[in-house]
């Protein structure tokens, strides 16, 4: 499947008096248009902030992660303010919106607190849910390493998980950040489950682990097409260039 083509669409977050946050002109629910919250590029630049600081340097901006990768909101939002001009504006609804609309629900809020729920490089120990976990999930990687990692298993390089998808289609997306012609394997996270690992659902369609045993790792019978790939490829390429 390839990923929708959205070309030079502008998203913007605004908010609807009665549905909430939300990605777009109008909101998706009763068709108002709601106030206006944060442009396209304060949204993106808010994001990748945030992703950066509570996943590696949070102790950059005088910030203290506790072991389970939550920081205190309040001094989040004033760190940005005062260490980076452009956040100028940011206020903590900024922050509700960011989380409440973000698709890959890469962030959590819980009172006044807020962490990354993956992707972190710091030392931390997640508790996310490990109920309902799918038997399969989906690993990238290059064809170099892929016979590296079906003898020897999976181990965090520079993050503190191994992460996985959902999603076949996930995966490739993953996997073409990396490299032109990423590799798909298959986990067998029922069988893992049920030998004593643990793993957790730390967004939507993505999960985590500490380590991925080779016994419970196969190629995947299904690989990305060259046109599948070109798909992904402009996919990234728009990304990049906003």
């Known amino acids: 499947m390839t990923p929708p083509f959205y070309g030079n669409l502008i998203v913007m977050i605004r908010e609807c008096e009665?549905?909430?946050?939300?990605r777009d002109e109008n909101c998706p629910v009763c068709g108002e248009r709601g106030k206006f919250i944060m442009s396209d590029e304060e949204m993106t630049n808010l994001g990748k902030t945030t992703a950066g600081l509570l996943r590696h340097f949070a102790d950059k901006y005088g910030l203290d992660v506790?072991?389970?990768g939550w920081v205190d909101l309040e001094h989040y939002v004033k760190a940005l303010r005062?260490?980076?001009?452009?956040?100028?504006?940011?206020?903590?609804?900024?922050?509700?919106?960011?989380v409440a609309t973000d698709t890959k629900n890469r962030y959590q809020m819980e009172g006044n607190y807020i962490r990354a729920t993956y992707g972190?490089?710091?030392?931390?120990?997640?508790?996310h849910p490990t109920e309902d976990i799918p038997d399969v999930l989906y690993i990238p990687t290059t064809e170099k390493e892929a016979e590296l990692l079906l003898e020897g298993g999976i181990k965090?390089?520079?993050?503190?998980y191994v992460h996985l998808s959902e999603e076949?289609?996930?995966?490739?997306?993953?996997?073409?950040?990396?490299?032109?012609s990423?590799?798909?394997?298959?986990?067998?996270?029922?069988?893992?489950?049920?030998?004593?690992e643990i793993v957790m659902k730390a967004g939507k369609g993505v999960y985590i682990t500490k380590r991925v045993e080779p016994e419970y790792l196969s190629r995947n019978e299904k690989q990305p097409t060259e046109e599948e790939l070109e798909g992904y490829e402009k996919e990234k390429n728009i990304r990049e260039s906003k």
């Open 18 to 22: 009665k549905d909430g946050y939300y």
């Open 66 to 68: 506790d072991q389970r």
């Open 82 to 98: 005062n260490r980076q001009k452009r956040f100028h504006w940011l206020r903590r609804y900024h922050m509700d919106a960011l």
């Open 120 to 127: 972190h490089s710091i030392e931390v120990e997640l508790d």
């Open 156 to 160: 965090p390089s520079d993050r503190t």
């Open 168 to 180: 076949y289609d996930a995966a490739v997306g993953a996997g073409v950040v990396r490299t032109e």
């Open 182 to 196: 990423p590799v798909i394997l298959r986990f067998d996270a029922g069988k893992a489950i049920e030998a004593g």
